[in-house]
């Protein structure tokens, strides 16, 4: 089994419908890490979290939440949803700050 | 101008050949990571670094703290090693900042 899942790996949506990105690990990592990939763009850093107490905005935050439910689990959410956030993204996890990043399958998000 | 700069954009070869993509970046960095995306969209760690070089089986990875660059060599190239190779710098503790990577087509 994969250790750091997404889900939806797809998924078209509407503009202004509310969109939650779910990722999870089986890695013990502390730290958690949310990405989006846009062509010919490298990947930008959305949200980050130490602990589920320590969330932390990112360089592209506006637009954009999440939540800490536990160690293991990291959502992201669109609150409502805009067509330039069609992206790829990208749930990644760590553990402390000095080493190799884990990263999930990605979740490919449409807006129309 | 982007803090990481990739070089060459797109590199085709043939099997066998010996590949260097390059990343220079203009600020302090603490580690550079180097990611391989594979066709299917998913991204592998490759290396983490901060001085000198590394070896994984066919992939060698140096840096030049000085110079502001790394390189990523694959030796005796093969059709699997096609992907797009991604350069990271890390700045403090936490921050990555992505180049856009170098799309590698090794032909048989």
């Known amino acids: 089994d994969a250790d750091v899942t997404q889900t939806p790996r797809n998924r078209i949506t509407k503009t202004g419908k509310r969109i939650m990105l779910e990722c999870s690990q089986t890695k013990g990592h502390d730290r958690m890490y949310w990405y989006r990939q846009d062509p010919g763009l490298g990947l930008r850093l959305i949200y980050y979290s130490f602990d589920v107490k320590d969330i932390n905005k990112g360089e592209i935050s506006d637009g954009y939440s999440v939540s800490r439910q536990a160690q293991a689990k990291f959502s992201l959410s669109l609150e409502s949803a805009i067509p330039n956030q069609t992206a790829l993204y990208f749930c990644?996890?760590?553990?402390?700050?000095?080493?190799?990043?884990?990263f999930g399958p990605g979740t490919r998000l449409t807006v129309l | 101008k982007n803090e990481v700069e990739q070089s060459p954009q797109n590199l085709t070869a043939q099997e066998g050949e010996f590949i260097t993509i390059n990343c220079s970046y203009s600020v302090g960095i603490s580690a550079l990571h180097w990611l391989q995306q594979h066709p299917g969209g998913g991204i592998v760690s490759l290396f983490m670094l901060s001085s000198g070089k590394k070896k994984h089986g066919r992939l060698i990875a140096t840096i030049n703290i000085q110079e502001k660059h790394s390189s990523l060599h694959i030796t005796a190239s093969h059709p699997r090693d096609s992907a797009v190779y991604i350069c990271?710098?890390?700045?403090?503790?936490?921050?990555?900042?992505f180049g856009t990577g170098t799309r590698l087509t090794i032909i048989p």
């Open positions: 990271a710098v890390q700045v403090g503790n936490e921050k990555l900042t």
């Open positions: 990644a996890t760590r553990k402390g700050s000095y080493n190799e990043q884990f």
